[in-house]
Each structure stands twice: as C-alpha cells, then as structure tokens.
C-alpha cells in the first residue's frame, strides 16, 4: 500500500476529508448551472483526448493512481467516439473531432476476422464479445455519419451480421457474451442494431433486436421495475451494479424512441422513477440494488452519470422539469468530484467509486466513467431553459 500510494497519499487524504466532514455538503449541493456544466465538460472531454494521447495505438485507456495507464480498450473507445463528436459540434474543437476519427480508423484495422472486436482491453487478448461489439458499432456508425466513408459502415455492417448470427433463438445472448451468461444490459447493444436498421434497410437487425429486447421485457423485468440477469458478475448478480441497471433502462429508452415503441418507453421509465425516488429521499445513488430497489455498496460515479442522462431523457420528452432538476443536482456532485487541479493524467477525470476505494474500480479513473459524465453534461448544456 505503501509503495501503491507513493507520491499520491495526498489525494486518498483528501478523500478521506471530502467523506467524513464533507459528505453532508456535498448530499445537499444545487443542481449545476449551465456555465458549470460546460467548463466541466470542456474538461472532461479534454481528459478523454489524453487518454488517447497516452496509449501506443489510437485507442483510449484508462487511468490508475498506481502511477499507470492501461492498454487501449476497444468496446469503451468505441463509444468515446460519438461523445467526442457530439463536443466536437459543441464545442468547434477540432482536437476532439480528429481524435474520434483517428479511433475510428484504429477500430477499423483490429476487427476480428468473424466480424466482431476483443473482449477487454487490447493486452489481454481475449475472443469476441457482443457487449463490446456493439459499443464498436456505435462509435463506428457515428464515424459513418460524420465522414460518409463506406469502410466504417462496411466494417459495422459485418460486426452486426456477426452479432446477428451467434444470437440465440430465444432472443438473448449467450454464446460470445461475457461469462458466457445471457444478460438484459445487451438492450445497449439493441440501439446500434436498430440504427443500421434505420441506415441500410436491413430488417434483419431490427428482428434481432426485438427479439432480445421482448426478451427482456416479458421475461426478465419484474413488476416493480427491476430487472433479474443484470450484473456483470456471477457472485452479485442478485444485486446487479447501478452501472449495468443504467445500461439497461438506457438502451430499452432509446430503442423505444427509435421504434415510436411505447412498452419500451414504459420499461425504461419505471425504473429511472424508482431511482428518481430514491435519490429524492437518500440524496444520492448506491452502487447496488437489489430486486426491492433495497441500495448496497458506496456510489459508481459512471452509473450516476448514466442516470443523470436517463433523466434528461426524460425531461425532454415528458416535459417534466423535476428530471432535470434532479439530473442538475446529481450532474452538480459529480462536478464537485472531478479533478480539478491535478496532473495531466487526471486532469478532468472522476474516479470509478465515490469514495475512490469502493468496490468498482478503486483507485482508478475509468474512460466510461468520463465518457458518460462528459454526455451527461453536454446534454445538461443543451437542454432547453
């Protein structure tokens, strides 16, 4: 631990501080304004491109207080590159244009020969994944739409015939999935599916994509919201992690609003009111719940960051200000952890775990972490008056 910590003892010091004698503070914090948001974007999104910056290829990592980066992880690169396409326009800073598309061609040139992307991180060496692949299809669609270069859409087009083909008939994913366990967060995987739908006319996209998502709607969500098979583990997995659970209202949200399907738009919507509730009453998010919403573990920053974009969500199509009061309180504590005043390698970032040593990524700062906290908050900018 000694040797963990050297040269970086101040920051566990102050984490210690921020939990024991500011915790109250930061519970009771006002929704962020609008000019908070975008310097805590301009920030975030700047971190994204170090992360770049620091790897040997043109993918992105991810930052340990150990003092190291880890190698470039293809399924978080994949979705970086519409974030920092989406600040690109925002922002006019062609740094994070030119960095999304250099990823992009990266993603390209390391596509499995059956049309899918490696599980984990680019060391590791490991088969494909249909989770990871279809984070790559995001970020290679929104590539597509910015360049119109046909080797993007060709290259997702194969990553979605492959997707397609190892799906099972009931309609989950199995088979190429993590743990080899069939698991309702892949409604993440669905939205990709459905927009090369949208773009190639290919039908066959959109029937997979039902399938798992009447999958998890009629078999695996329970009267109350919550959803069984949700965790990215075998041991919690009665407990899933906020981060997964967000992934899951997230991606039936959006298929909802691409079909018009309003059962989707329901599923999604229960949940993101219970922890809407839930947040009302405690303040804050744990980073496990159970099947009676009943919360466990400290707070995951990236499932935080996810909520808060679910509520904007909502906000913009139900009209309902109380989402977006209380994605602007959520948005407001996780700006009041991000780094601030720290080396280039944090510089921007948020830790995996509020405090840094909880349970999901101790003492590291994720690139999905920043990756949703910087969606978050681009569209807490552009969300109406």
């Known amino acids: 631990m000694k040797i963990f910590f050297r040269g970086r ?147 997702a087009i194969r990553g979605a015939d492959w997707l397609c083909d190892v799906q099972h008939p009931d309609g989950y994913w199995k088979k190429n999935a993590l743990m080899n366990q069939a698991r309702v967060y892949d ?62 209202i997230d991606g039936l949200h959006d298929c909802g609003t691409i079909l018009g399907n309003k059962e989707l738009l329901e599923a999604a919507a229960y949940p993101a009111d219970m922890l809407a509730g839930i947040y009302k009453k405690q303040g804050f998010l744990h980073g496990r719940y159970d099947e009676k919403w009943n919360g466990s573990e400290h707070p995951i920053l990236t499932g935080m960051a996810q909520m808060a974009i679910v509520w904007l969500k909502l906000a913009g199509q139900s009209k309902d200000g109380d989402y977006k009061h209380l994605a602007g309180k959520l948005l407001s504590q996780l700006l009041w952890l991000q780094e601030k005043n720290g080396s280039r390698d944090i510089q921007g970032a948020i830790t995996g775990s509020f405090p840094m040593w909880g349970r999901y990524e101790p003492f590291a700062y994720p690139n999905w972490a920043v990756k949703f906290f910087s969606d978050a908050l681009l569209r807490y900018c552009l969300q109406p008056e």
């Open 9 to 155: 003892s101040r920051y566990l010091v102050r984490e210690k501080l921020r939990l024991w004698f500011k915790r109250k503070a930061w519970l009771s914090l006002d929704p962020a304004t609008r000019e908070e948001a975008a310097e805590g974007l301009d920030s975030s999104a700047g971190w994204l491109i170090t992360a770049q910056k620091m790897m040997k290829d043109n993918g992105m990592g991810s930052y340990s207080l150990s003092g190291s980066w880890s190698s470039s992880y293809p399924e978080t690169t994949g979705y970086i590159i519409p974030t920092l396409l989406d600040y690109y326009r925002f922002s006019k800073q062609e740094e994070a244009r030119i960095a999304a598309l250099k990823a992009a061609a990266w993603l390209v040139s390391i596509q499995l020969d059956n049309g899918g992307w490696q599980g984990g991180r680019m060391n590791e060496n490991r088969p494909a994944i249909v989770f990871n692949t279809g984070q790559v299809l995001r970020g290679l669609i929104a590539a597509w739409e910015e360049t119109r270069l046909e080797e993007y859409l060709d290259c």
């Open 187 to 248: 409604s993440y995987v669905d939205v990709p599916l459905l927009n090369l739908w949208k773009i190639t006319g290919n039908q066959r996209y959109a029937d997979h994509a039902l399938r798992n998502l009447e999958w998890i709607t009629r078999k695996k969500q329970m009267g109350n919201g919550w959803f069984s098979d949700c965790d990215n583990t075998m041991k919690h997995n009665d407990r899933p992690i906020l981060h997964t659970i967000a992934y899951t």
